[in-house]
């Protein structure tokens, strides 16, 4: 996570930072913190451009979610998660 291009992205919510990472010939990962001290679900279709993605990470030791579709993710409170985007 510490190659590549960073991207910030604006997901609309101030207590909400996300940040994609994507080398050429790689899927790309994408970083989102919710340091907000309730749950967000976090709308990723435009984010995604409408790819899946795996959860390869999450400080959410609870967490049971680990694919989903290019919809939304639910985080927990102060809870961070990194997406494996699938595809390029």
Do not use: C, Q
Request: glycine share 12%.
């Amino acid at each position: 996570l510490n190659r590549g291009t960073y991207e910030a992205v604006d997901l609309g919510l101030d207590d909400v930072l996300a940040y994609r990472r994507t080398w050429p010939g790689s899927d790309s990962f994408l970083a989102v913190l919710n340091f907000s001290g309730s749950a967000r679900p976090i709308d990723l279709i435009e984010v995604l451009n409408k790819r899946g993605f795996e959860v390869v990470l999450s400080t959410d030791p609870d967490r049971v979610t680990v694919s989903g579709g290019a919809g939304a993710i639910h985080l927990a409170a102060n809870e961070g998660v990194i997406l494996r985007v699938m595809g390029r």
